[in-house]
């Protein structure tokens, strides 16, 4: 073989090699979310990722149709009723990783290791300052109660995130007693459920309602260009069974074709150094607990979290839109 050959037979090998280094995640997080974690796994190991991304829905309908075709070898997403309905659709395959467990609690990942929680939000009590005092708060249930007539705002029904809240519920107090607050809540209403959380904010700030149910990342955007905000956070449940916790996270796609750099980008992003990146980007609480919550984040206080596995906002996910349904809870 002359040397001009050998020459190309070597970089035909090293760029099989390259290809076989690139990592394609499918992706529902906003992209100036997670780009810096991705460049700066990048830029550690030299392995390229190609993020495709788009909303949860057409991500998994998109996954199911190409099956084995499919070039994705993650999935990233909000909220583990999402990841549980892709686990439930069979999009991904189970992970066997002492990193990854040892990094990321029991609660906030799937038991059978489809798919892990990377960043925690909670979602919980939030309250004009101007109007309320904290000592006249309590729970979710007790947003129920006839003082709070006319003063709750809450986010559509249709939104996943109530969703889950409403399923962890059913889990924690049974549907009876969940669907009682439900109904007590939508009894409550100051005006009719808004679009997103953001808007349940201001208008608690604006004085069309004193409370409502918001994640926490949601006031911490505000907050971090508006320190004045007149609306704080109330750790809800806390003589109970804590505050709802949800996640994002992701797993390894069940067709993934580069199972081991996959891996090790999950487990990459579970590190501590990752941990941070992914929390404070957008004000959310690192899954590791080893690892520190931003300053403003932190400066809300500690809380009890509920520690039932979050798959639960998944399973139980159907039985919470029908009886959100049966109260009229839109």
């Not at 992706?27 to 810096?36: D, F, G, M, N, V």
């Not at 990459?268 to 941070?276: H, M």
């Not at 590791?288 to 009890?304: E, I, Q, R, T, Y």
């Amino acid at each position: 073989m002359n040397k001009k050959v050998l020459l190309a037979s070597l970089l035909a090998v090293f760029a099989g090699s390259a290809a076989a280094e690139e990592i394609v995640v499918y992706s529902s997080r906003a992209e100036q979310l997670i780009k810096p974690l991705f460049d700066a796994y990048s830029k550690e190991t030299g392995v390229a990722i190609k993020v495709i991304s788009d909303k949860e829905g057409p991500l998994m309908e998109r996954l199911k149709a190409e099956g084995s075709n499919s070039p994705a070898d993650i999935f990233l997403t909000v909220d583990a009723g999402n990841l549980w309905k892709a686990e439930d659709m069979g999009l991904f395959q189970p992970v066997k990783s002492a990193v990854l467990n040892g990094n990321i609690p029991a609660n906030l990942r799937d038991p059978d290791n489809n798919w892990f929680g990377l960043s925690v939000r909670a979602r919980t009590i939030f309250y004009n300052k101007n109007t309320v005092k904290p000592a006249q708060l309590a729970s979710y249930e007790d947003l129920a109660s006839p003082k709070w007539k006319g003063k709750l705002c809450l986010r559509s029904s249709k939104n996943v995130y109530n969703q889950s809240l409403v399923a962890t519920m059913i889990a924690d107090i049974g549907p009876v007693a969940t669907e009682r607050m439900v109904k007590g809540w939508v009894n409550n209403l100051a005006t009719a459920p808004f679009g997103n959380d953001t808007a349940v904010l201001e208008a608690i700030a604006a004085g069309q309602c004193d409370v409502g149910l918001a994640n926490t990342y949601y006031y911490g955007r505000i907050v971090a260009k508006n320190p004045g905000f007149p609306v704080s956070p109330f750790w809800a449940n806390q003589a109970g069974k804590g505050t709802h916790v949800n996640v994002s996270g992701a797993g390894i796609v069940r067709y993934a074709k580069n199972v081991k750099g996959a891996v090790k980008l999950l487990e990459w992003l579970s590190s501590d150094k990752a941990q941070n990146m992914f929390a404070d980007v957008n004000f959310e609480y690192p899954a590791n607990p080893k690892v520190k919550a931003d300053a403003l984040v932190a400066s809300w206080g500690n809380f009890k979290h509920n520690l039932i596995n979050v798959k639960v906002a998944g399973s139980k996910q159907a039985e919470a839109v029908m009886l959100m349904d049966r109260v009229g809870y839109k």
